[in-house]
């Protein structure tokens, strides 16, 4: 996260969700401000944008996931930057919008995660999917159970929720 926050600063808030929460693409994608609560501090997933559509999340449902300091501040930090002063502010606006304040897409942060990559000791073709992975298992590593990484992934079942962890299973 480090080689993308000074290398790709643009990208850093989008991959920290991803990583974080354990987002689908699609779910991080269609955030907009309406979907953070910061006096809860809370984040609200509740639509996925695929393809050019908006729909309800693949499970069909609503999580709201606890937003950190940490992650709070990423996330000011990102909109500071993301918007200028100027800007109308709007509960519209897309959180990890696309630079014509669209939506994303997968090949958007492709380049400078290769990058990235490249930069490491032991360089890998990293995926948005594989954050989802990495957030599973360091729930896992935590000792989170699986009722609450099933909540946060967002998982319809447990045996779902351990398809995605490979903590622990040697």
Known sequence: LALVEEHWPEHYALTVFLAAYGLRWGEATALSRADVDWEAGELRVARSHVRGSVTPTKSDSIRLLPLSDRLRMVLEGHLRRTYPEDHITSAEDLLFPNRDGNYRTPSSVSR???????????????????????????????????VTAQALLGHSSNEMSLHYSHVGME
């Open 112 to 146: 400078a995660w290769r990058d990235v990559s490249s930069r490491m000791e032991h360089p890998w073709e990293l995926k948005p999917h594989d954050l989802r992975r990495t957030c599973s298992n360091l729930l896992r590593l935590a000792g989170a159970g699986l």
